[in-house]
């Protein structure tokens, strides 16, 4: 395993030099540098350049490498506290800063769960002393993520909650949604729900269809995801909270989302990697890695999903990050867990999109910094003078083949074992530190 | 010594809200207030004003401070008081609101005082007896007699009601005191806010009268008036706010969160408080608060509301 190390001296000026500067705020791109002083942007573009540099200052050349800002990914699940057998935050962090992601939204289905501010508290020390990349809690939108009660909004916000969430559990109660809903768009809160109606998807384990038939798997329909989202839009209109759909698979969402953003709704949505990349088919024999939630859906529910974000109707795609030890995933496929590990591979595997020209890069990543920066309010994610230097150096064309033990994630169910992928990241900085360079 | 009679013509016969009264009827009723106070303070406390009167406190829900100053009010002018809990009525074997007022109503009472827990009880009763009714609280729809003496207490510390800024803090959803309240001190002129979250915030309240804030911080700017709500204990774990200590932290009165409002306003409490919850122990019994006023004022509005629907009863 390759250790992060730490390459800039305090206040010593750094330049990434001879770069391919992708801005996924405005689309652009444009050959430069980036400059890099106390961990801050503070100049970038062509005059960035070796030659111009004051003499103590430090430079790498990126011999003509995609500069990008870090990645934000808003779902991963880091283990802590509760699950460390699955992944602790240094290992969660450690494949974070190896694929790119600077930041990552923690998801609050812990153990205990994060729906008390000194679990926040935990999270923010523990990431300070163990992370290798900005670690942000997200808390519960109800106590102990049971869909009943209102968790303490106003308290998990003040001890450093960036937006709420009952996780992978959708509320099922319409009432205390709206109350919850209601009383996050008085704090100003971020609503982060997962639709898929409990009732409706059952005992289901895969998508419903042909597939699952021939499979003899029980289904779940696409209308589970849509019924859900299309109760919570009728929500945010009556409450007015700002609501992210944390992951949504279907044409059907994509239409409810469409409709509600040109009614002017403040709503945003979210993908998945694995829901960009992967079709129902790849579960092929049984494939227990690629057993996710919401299930993997049919070939043209994922190309809808593509071209959406390529018209950016989709905002934001997520890693869904989900360690599972093997134990639990070497079961028939019903009985094994859901979830695949993600943080390593979202760059690498977006990128087949960028290369099949279905998506262009910058798109690509905005859906994955600038979209989520804005959504959080935070002010990484984008190259601009005077934003934190958190960046990526990758070169978008480099091929390798997947080795799942190589991956730094304390799990492996990864659903591109063996896979062959293009594009990998070189360099991560956080705040202008390095915390991950390839050999 | 003389009776209680109203300056003006009070022209109603029940007292079941705020709703229906006009400014002139409100001032009426204050200033009646102001007379019947002076009663109260000196050592002969009886007037004849009710003598022979029988007055029933019918109280579905238990109450000890309206009660008790119904029942003062209508000793100190002279009526015999009958005080009926539910307790030990026959409500509970199961009779039904009707049957129950027109039992008591062939008891030839000539005032009925009645709490009720559902909304337009009082109403429905007033319908189906000869007396007149006060409504001392239905549901979270009216509790007039505590605006009244809200207002009168607001008047006898700032000399006025029309131009203050008066900010009703809390569980404005269940409260009908919020909402006679509200009712009240705009047709005087007041301007009101409803301060809270949207939990606990009725739709449609900005058309009662009150302009809505959802935080604590623009609720009290400028506010003359500081009146807190009680927060019933079940609704502050989970179902309308997560937790007292949430509560409180962001919705209930300390020192912090008064000084938002003008120097010197004046915080009120219809009582029982849950100190530590919607308001702090220092704030309640500190040099602002009324809340102590209150009370001696409720005794006077009910005498004045009594003395009022006097004047209409029969033989009267």
Not at chain 1, 227 to 245: N, Q
Not at chain 1, 343 to 367: D, F, N, Q, W, Y
Not at chain 2, 147 to 154: E, N, Q, S
Not at chain 2, 212 to 219: A, E, L, P, T, Y
């Amino acid at each position: 395993m390759q250790t992060p190390s730490t390459m800039a001296i305090a206040h010593q000026p750094l330049a990434l030099v001879n770069g391919r500067l992708v801005d996924p705020a405005t689309g652009k791109e444009t050959r430069g540098g980036v400059l890099v002083i106390d961990g801050v942007i503070r100049d970038l573009g062509a005059s960035v350049a070796s030659a111009t540099l004051p003499s103590h200052a430090q430079a790498i050349d990126c011999a003509g490498d995609v500069i990008a800002p870090g990645l934000i990914d808003m779902c991963a699940f880091v283990g802590e506290p509760g699950a460390a057998h699955r992944e602790t935050i240094a290992t969660a962090t450690a494949a974070a800063a190896a694929g790119g992601v600077t930041t990552i939204l923690a998801r609050p289905d812990t153990n205990p769960p994060v729906d008390e501010p000194a679990v926040v508290d935990f999270l923010l020390r523990r990431a300070r002393d163990t992370g290798h990349v900005r670690v942000l809690p997200v808390a519960a939108l109800t106590k102990g993520l049971k869909g009943l009660e209102i968790a303490e909004i106003g308290l998990l916000q003040e001890a450093g909650a960036v937006a709420f969430s009952d996780a992978a559990k959708s509320l099922r109660n319409a009432q205390v949604m709206r109350r919850v809903m209601a009383y996050a768009r008085d704090f100003g809160a971020l609503v982060i729900h997962y639709t898929e109606d409990p009732d409706l998807a059952g005992e289901g384990v895969m998508n419903e269809g042909e597939f699952a038939t021939r499979l003899g798997l029980t289904g779940i329909p696409r209308e589970a995801e849509a019924i859900m989202l299309d109760r919570d839009i009728r929500l945010v209109a009556l409450t007015g909270v700002r609501y992210h759909a944390g992951l949504i698979s279907t044409k059907m969402s994509l239409d409810a989302i469409r409709a509600a953003k040109t009614a002017g709704l403040p709503i945003t949505c979210a993908t998945s990697i694995n829901h960009l990349t992967l079709n129902e088919n790849d579960i092929g024999d049984y494939r227990t890695f690629l057993k996710l939630t919401p299930p993997l859906r049919a070939e043209d529910e994922r190309r809808a999903l593509v071209e959406a974000l390529a018209e950016g109707l989709i905002d934001v795609i997520v890693s869904d990050h989900n360690p599972q030890d093997v134990e639990t995933k070497r079961l028939p496929f019903a009985e094994a867990e859901y979830g695949a590990i993600g943080l390593e591979t979202m760059l690498s595997a977006g990128l087949r999109l960028v290369h099949s020209g279905e998506v262009k890069l910058p798109r690509l990543i905005a859906a994955m910094s600038s979209r989520p920066a804005e959504i959080l309010g935070l002010p990484q994610g984008r190259l601009a003078v005077g934003a934190p230097a958190d960046l990526i150096r990758f070169d978008p064309d480099e091929p390798y083949v997947l080795d799942p033990m190589q991956l730094h994630s304390r799990s492996k169910n990864t659903p591109f074992d063996e896979a062959k992928m293009q594009g990998r990241v070189k360099l991560t900085m956080v705040a202008g530190q390095a915390v991950w360079e390839s050999a | 010594m003389s009776d209680l009679r109203p300056t003006q013509k009070f022209r109603h016969r029940h007292l079941l809200g705020i709703e229906g009264l006009s400014a002139a009827d409100i001032v009426t009723l204050l200033d009646m207030a102001e007379d019947a106070i002076e009663v109260s303070r000196q050592i002969e406390k009886k007037r004849a004003t009710l003598r022979g009167r029988t007055l029933i406190n019918l109280f579905f829900e238990a109450s000890t401070r309206t009660q008790s100053s119904f029942e003062l009010a209508g000793k100190r002018l002279g009526a015999d008081v009958m005080n009926m809990s539910v307790a030990m009525s026959s409500v509970k074997k199961g009779e039904t609101l009707i049957d129950t007022a027109v039992t008591l109503n062939a008891m030839r009472p000539d005032i009925i005082v009645v709490r009720h827990a559902q909304a337009g009880a009082v109403h429905l009763l007033a319908k189906k007896v000869d007396c007149a009714v006060v409504n001392a609280g239905d549901g979270a729809h009216e509790h007039p007699t505590q605006a009244l003496l809200d207002a009168l207490t607001i008047r006898r510390n700032k000399g006025r009601i029309e131009g203050l800024t008066v900010a009703i803090c809390g569980d404005i959803l269940h409260s009908r005191v919020a909402r006679s309240n509200i009712l009240l001190l705009s047709t005087l002129g007041a301007h009101v806010r409803a301060v809270g979250p949207s939990t606990l915030m009725p739709v449609g309240i900005e058309h009662m009268g009150a302009e809505v804030c959802r935080d604590i911080k623009s609720g009290l700017q400028n506010a003359d008036i500081v009146m807190m709500l009680r927060l019933q204990r079940e609704r502050m774990s989970g179902a309308f706010v997560p937790s007292s200590r949430e509560y409180f932290r962001f919705f209930g009165l300390d020192a912090e969160k008064l000084g938002y409002a003008n120097k010197g306003a004046l915080v009120m409490h219809p009582g029982p408080m849950n100190r530590g919850v919607e308001i702090d122990s220092g704030i309640a019994d500190g040099p602002q608060s009324l809340i102590r006023e209150q009370v001696e004022m409720g005794v006077a509005v009910r005498m004045a509301v009594l003395a009022a629907l006097a004047e209409h009863l029969p033989n009267g």
